[in-house]
């Protein structure tokens, strides 16, 4: 194996192994940010709604600026909340949301990020919500330099892995300190989970797993093995869940489409075969977990939507959000950290795409949106 290989190989594998012992998420981040190319990174979630955040699990930070990104500086980031808005699994950078010569502008930037050294980052969203998220953060500092393409690239080989540990830790659920046991969470997590053995043999189903099975509709059980409904589908579910028991799978086997009218949903198959979670497996005699999810969101709220139709920048989307909770250019300013120059430009900006021509006219915009019916 290549260089490249070998480290991502070794990541994986500690990534679903935090997921069971979370003592072992940070050790997870410092190998994720070495293999991105970045000095520092955190796994958190964020309200765009509420405006409320938390860091679930960090490394390289400087606790003193966390404390105060969390007391006085969370309003006042540029990415929020655009970055809530982007789809679960993508990657992307803070440029790619906000321009890198109107970030130096806001105080963000000025206050929070030059003092640590903190010039760009990369990240994604594992889940998504109405209003939430949350996100995988790698910071890049002066000497990693602005992200570049292999910083996506590399990101995006590890956010699926990251994603399918969210799901088996509960890693945000905070109530939990510890999850030593797969058994003990399965039944709160949001998706179809399924404990397989030797043969497909079905060993543990959670309650939303339940349900699907009685639905039939997409994985049934037939003489006590886990089948997928679809002819296609089960072939690559079959042979996934082989090379698990085989020992041919890598960390994650990947997605095996199940796809239906009602939607696009996918199994993810996890082996059960090494570290924390062989023992966990070993507790059912499983060698491989299934999570079956529909990948398509709900439908967005209305900002979310409003900015996707109109074409709204970042920077366009705080300034519309703004406007829901204060009035008045000096205002706005003074709550979104920039100066009332850059305020104008992006109401002008705002106005031009929504066909509004003043703030009380974008507000009653805001409150009467309907999303556009989906196909």
């Known amino acids: 194996m290549t260089s490249e290989a070998a480290s991502l190989s070794e990541l994986i594998g500690l990534v679903y192994d935090a997921a069971l012992d979370p003592s072992l998420w940070p ?132 956010v699926p892995h990251f994603q399918r540990a969210v799901s088996i830790g509960r890693l945000f659920d905070q109530s939990r300190a510890v999850q030593a046991v797969l058994t003990q969470t399965l039944d709160n997590v949001s998706a179809a989970v399924f404990l397989v053995g030797s043969n497909c043999r079905l060993v543990f189903t959670n309650a939303p797993g339940r349900a699907m099975l009685n639905e039939g509709t ?28 085989n020992g041919r799978a890598t960390a994650a086997s990947g997605s095996v489409p199940i796809s239906t009218s009602q939607g696009r949903w996918f199994a993810d198959v996890l082996p059960l075969t090494s570290g924390d979670r062989q023992r966990t497996g070993a507790l059912h005699s499983a060698i491989a977990a299934v999570f079956v999810r529909k990948s398509s969101p709900a439908s967005p709220p209305p900002l979310e939507a ?49 066909g509004t021509a003043r703030q009380s006219e974008l507000v009653k915009l805001i409150a009467g949106f309907e999303p556009p019916a989906r196909d």
């Open 27 to 158: 050790r997870a981040l410092e190998q994720a940010c070495r293999f991105v190319g970045g000095s520092s990174g955190n796994l958190f979630w964020h309200d765009a709604a509420t405006e409320q955040s938390a860091v679930l699990h960090l490394f390289n930070d400087e606790p003193h600026y966390t404390k105060l990104y969390f007391e006085k500086y969370l309003p006042l980031n540029p990415c929020f909340p655009a970055a809530a808005f982007c789809e679960a699994g993508l990657v992307y950078g803070s440029t790619d949301l906000v321009p890198f010569n109107e970030m130096v502008e806001t105080r963000f930037y000025d206050e929070w990020m030059r003092p640590q050294g903190i010039i760009d980052l990369v990240a994604a969203n594992l889940e998504k919500g109405a209003t939430s998220s949350s996100i995988i953060a790698v910071r890049m500092h002066e000497e990693d330099g602005l992200v570049d393409e292999d910083n996506r690239r590399r990101l995006a080989l590890i």
């Open 306 to 354: 409003l900015a996707k139709l109109h074409k709204l920048t970042a920077s366009e989307i705080r300034v519309v959000d703004a406007v829901m909770k204060v009035s008045g250019v000096k205002a706005l300013a003074e709550l979104l950290g920039l100066t009332q120059a850059t305020v104008k430009t992006h109401l002008h900006n705002v106005f031009r795409k929504t």
């Open 218 to 245: 997409l994985i049934a059980e037939r003489n006590g093995a886990l089948i997928a409904a679809a002819s296609e589908a089960q072939r690559k579910l079959r042979d996934a869940l082989l090379a698990a028991e």
